[in-house]
């Protein structure tokens, strides 16, 4: 079956510090990544995509990701979280007709 | 750029109402979609258009139908609401292209039924 799995529900760093957020697919293909950011009350927010070549890929708001195929990981990294970057993450892939499959999020706290 | 619309932030409705959510792009995009977000869940998908007057449906249609008779709009119906539809519900879309369009998403609707 098709699905995405974010591991951690809720992370806590503290500004400054580094960040990974991890994100596990199941696909019978290698599919289309995606990473969405949604702050509070907000929309969700592209961060960055990986559809092929490069499997690292950079992003917006200093975020990257790595595409490891024999993993089937998405991991999302940032090297020093700010305050601002407290929200919810989606990892996602496309499943065809553009639809997107989401994992559950993780719910990000940033400590000052 | 690319807004997407949703008409109401905030709705509280009886059970046995019938509601409606709207959404409206303006960016002649051909793909709409309508998710469902609820914690531990992430979003889970309703329905989809991908074209004028056509739908398919998601992974959780039950309870809900669409209707998107204008390219630009698009529009979530409960039939009869009941409360396990007490939700945030985003409305998103994108051009035709191939699978590697990011979709463009809503400010959500919560929506509470009592």
């Known amino acids: 079956a098709q699905s995405v799995t974010q591991p951690d529900i809720h992370i806590t760093v503290s500004e400054g510090a580094s960040l990974e957020l991890r994100c596990n697919y199941s696909?019978?293909?290698?599919?289309?990544l995606f990473w969405y950011v949604q702050s509070p009350g907000q929309g969700l927010q592209l961060l960055l995509k990986?559809?092929?070549?490069?499997?690292l890929v950079q992003g917006i708001k200093g975020f990257e990701a790595e595409f490891k195929r024999s993993q089937s990981s998405f991991n999302l990294r940032k090297p020093s979280v700010h305050w601002s970057d407290a929200a919810e993450y989606f990892c996602?892939?496309?499943?065809?007709?553009?639809?997107?499959?989401f994992g559950a999020g993780t719910r990000l706290a940033v400590h000052p | 750029d690319v807004k997407v619309t949703q008409s109401s932030r905030y709705l509280v409705k009886r059970t046995g109402e019938k509601v409606f959510l709207e959404c409206v792009q303006d960016?002649?995009?051909?793909?709409m979609f309508w998710y469902r977000q609820d914690p531990g869940l992430g979003l889970r998908l309703i329905y989809f258009?991908?074209?004028?007057?056509?739908?398919e449906k998601g992974d959780i249609p039950e309870g809900y139908s669409v209707s998107r008779e204008k390219k630009e709009r698009f529009s979530l119906i409960l039939e009869s609401a009941s409360t396990n539809q007490t939700s945030m519900y985003l409305c998103?879309?994108?051009?035709?292209?191939?699978?590697?369009?990011?979709?463009?998403f809503g400010n959500g609707t919560r929506l509470t039924v009592t």
């Open positions: 998103a879309s994108s051009p035709r292209e191939t699978d590697n369009s990011p979709l463009h």
């Open positions: 996602a892939f496309s499943g065809g007709y553009n639809k997107l499959i």
């Open positions: 960016m002649d995009h051909e793909n």
């Open positions: 990986y559809f092929s070549g490069d499997t």
């Open positions: 696909y019978g293909a290698t599919p289309y």
């Open positions: 258009s991908y074209d004028v007057k056509m739908k």
